[in-house]
């Protein structure tokens, strides 16, 4: 790339941010407030926890009650995620027994994401918390071991200022259809195609 090539793209972003920059100061619609969100991180991509997570620390941060319950994640597991959150005093739960591709026992599975959503329930309606992320709850639903009508009444019904977030990848048509904000992350490469291992700190 030449020095022009350089200069003509910093003129045309510089059209780009002033032409938004207008366009976000005629914004007379916006919300003021305090207002729970649901938000669903899908995808095939790597990440989607890690935003949530991410989410969990700023939440925290701002003097917000936050807790997490993990769909996959067996109760002991200690990822890295797991020895910061108990640093950091946010509860959270292992609600399964591993990746499903290795289940010796689907039916235990099924019936531990059964279970694991009845405690999840328990703390929405609660009312305790600020801020509650169900971790690879996608897979709970497409495989019906959770009945989406009572998840969906669940979440309608749950106190207005109540922020849920849903990881996963396949995330069901009507779930993203009554989420506010769904991010979408799909994968351009991964260090696994190389040949590259799962890494300490990053992947777990």
């Known amino acids: 790339m030449t020095d022009a090539d350089t200069a003509a793209r910093r003129e045309a972003a510089m059209r780009e941010l002033a032409e938004a920059r207008e366009q976000h100061q005629k914004r007379g619609d916006v919300t003021r407030g305090r207002r729970g969100l649901l938000i669903v991180n899908t995808g095939k991509g790597k990440g989607k926890t890690t935003a949530a997570l991410g989410l969990m620390m700023r939440a925290q941060g701002r003097g917000l009650r936050v807790r997490m319950f993990q769909f996959l994640k067996h109760e002991k597991a200690k990822f890295g995620e797991h020895r910061t959150l108990d640093l950091l005093g946010i509860p959270y739960e292992g609600l399964g027994d591993g990746f499903t591709w290795r289940s010796r026992d ?16 328990e703390a929405i309606e609660a009312g305790e918390y600020d801020l509650i992320v169900l971790d690879e709850f996608t897979y709970a639903l497409k495989y019906g071991w959770v009945p989406w009508p009572e998840v969906e009444a669940t979440l309608k019904a749950r106190d207005p200022k109540l922020h849920v977030v849903i990881t996963g990848r396949d995330a069901l048509p009507e779930l993203v259809a009554l989420a506010d904000t769904v991010s979408e992350i799909q994968p351009v490469k991964h260090a696994y195609e190389a040949g590259i291992g799962a890494q300490p700190g990053i992947e777990h």
Not at 106 to 121: P, R
Request: charged share 20%.
């Open 106 to 121: 689907l039916e235990n599975s099924a019936s531990m994401a059964a279970h694991g959503w009845e405690l999840a329930k």
